[in-house]
């Protein structure tokens, strides 16, 4: 059973807002990933962490920020919403088992 | 060239039937190999994963990984509506970077 949460399940915003995106997992995993689907899409890899203190950015080009202060925290910032930030925001986590688990998802809208 | 390529379908079978579901990959460092399963608005769900060559079987679901040729596939037997969905391959290399293809959606038809 994969213990890996999202938050906001749903968001609408307005442009220029500032928003946090939270994933928690209660696993103890090490490797953590953030993806940007759009509907109907492929998964883009946006931000992932090795660990505390490491990020770093995924092969799609994203505005948003990351940090991992503690291990079972993988937060995702958008400083300044745009509607170009309309998408799904996937959470995932692995560790010595190698599996992948994802969270629910944040589906994000900004009108 | 993609770290990961899969046919995008729509695969069609009908209910009973054997849905085969192929990918290939680039870079043959690749350590580990995953299927996926995703229901449209859904996150991904892990089906299966395979690390050495040959066939490895859950339920109804058999992955086969050939290193030499660099491809993996999923078999899905006895086919169910319940397993119509996009399935994902999945590969790890690089100190555990997950690359994903683009997914195989399969419709399986009553």
């Known amino acids: 059973e994969a213990d890996i949460y999202q938050t906001p399940r749903y968001l609408v915003i307005g442009t220029g807002k500032k928003i946090t995106l939270e994933c928690s997992q209660t696993?103890?995993?090490?490797?953590m990933y953030w993806y940007q689907q759009d509907p109907g899409m492929e998964l883009h890899l946006i931000h992932y962490s090795y660990g505390v203190n490491s990020t770093e950015k995924g092969d799609l080009s994203s505005e948003s920020t990351v940090s991992r202060i503690r291990t079972e925290h993988f937060p995702l910032t958008l400083e300044s919403a745009r509607p170009s930030h309309t998408s799904q925001y996937l959470c995932?986590?692995?560790?010595?088992?190698?599996?992948?688990?994802f969270g629910q998802g944040t589906r994000l809208t900004v009108v | 060239q993609k770290e990961v390529e899969q046919n995008s379908g729509p695969l069609s079978v009908p209910e009973g039937a054997i849905a085969s579901l192929n990918c290939t990959y680039s870079?043959?460092?690749?350590?580990?190999f995953f299927w996926y399963r995703q229901y449209s608005g859904k996150s991904p769900e892990l089906i299966m994963s395979?690390?050495?060559?040959g066939d490895k079987e859950d339920g109804r679901f058999t992955a086969q990984l050939n290193k030499a040729s660099q491809y993996v596939s999923l078999l899905i037997r006895d086919s169910q509506p319940s397993d119509s969905a996009t399935y994902l391959c999945?590969?790890?290399?690089?100190?555990?970077?997950?690359?994903f293809g683009s997914g195989t959606k399969l419709n399986v038809k009553p």
């Open positions: 995932a986590s692995t560790g010595t088992g190698r599996d992948a688990f």
């Open positions: 870079d043959r460092v690749s350590q580990s």
């Open positions: 395979i690390y050495s060559n």
């Open positions: 999945a590969v790890i290399r690089n100190f555990n970077k997950f690359y």
């Open positions: 696993m103890g995993h090490d490797k």
